[in-house]
């Protein structure tokens, strides 16, 4: 959940804050890089004043990661509402594949594509270019294509490669 539903997340925190959770699950990651991390992941089946345009909610998932890295540590919690009434561990297992794919399709298209530097914000401009990027990374990784910006020069300076490939589809 983000912060753009207040009431939601209102609705979550209130939730929460009231009963036990009916489940929970704790893993611990720690990379070659010194980081380590703890995520404990805790769902809720208690609904209580739920509101008419969220009535298929079966669950209030909370996941609080703890990291310590070079010496710091921070604490993040991030809310979840799901239809789906399954263990804290499918959850956590759920949660964490999602953010593998949107981390990865996010540095793609931030790190390939500065798209974190477009300032286009209004009308169907900004839906355009994403869905643009999106068929150019999937191009890209359909082609057996292993680096993103040589691919990207390739088209750009023999644009017959680019059209040869896109007539084999």
């Excluded at 208690?46 to 909370?62: A, C, F, P, S, T």
């Excluded at 310590?68 to 964490?96: M, N, P, Q, W």
């Excluded at 999106?134 to 088209?155: P, V």
Aim: hydrophobic fraction near 35%.
């Amino acid at each position: 959940m983000k912060g753009n539903s207040k009431e939601l997340l209102k609705w979550v925190d209130y939730n929460s804050s009231l009963s036990k959770p009916v489940d929970e699950a704790i893993t611990y990651d720690h990379n070659t890089h010194g980081r380590y991390e703890e995520r404990v992941c805790q769902v809720y089946d208690d609904l209580y004043q739920i509101e008419n345009n969220w009535k298929n909610v079966k669950r209030i998932i909370k996941v609080t990661s703890t990291t310590l890295s070079h010496g710091k540590c921070t604490t993040e919690v991030h809310r979840y509402i799901s239809s789906l009434e399954v263990d804290a561990k499918t959850f956590l297992h759920i949660i964490r594949s999602h953010w593998k794919i949107e981390n990865a399709l996010h540095y793609v298209k931030d790190v390939s594509f500065e798209e974190d530097m477009c300032r286009t914000r209004t009308g169907q401009i900004p839906f355009m270019q994403t869905m643009m990027r999106s068929l150019a990374i999937n191009f890209i990784n359909l082609n057996k294509f292993t680096n993103i910006k040589q691919a990207r020069k390739l088209f750009a300076w023999n644009p017959e490669k680019l059209f040869s490939l896109v007539s084999k589809l």
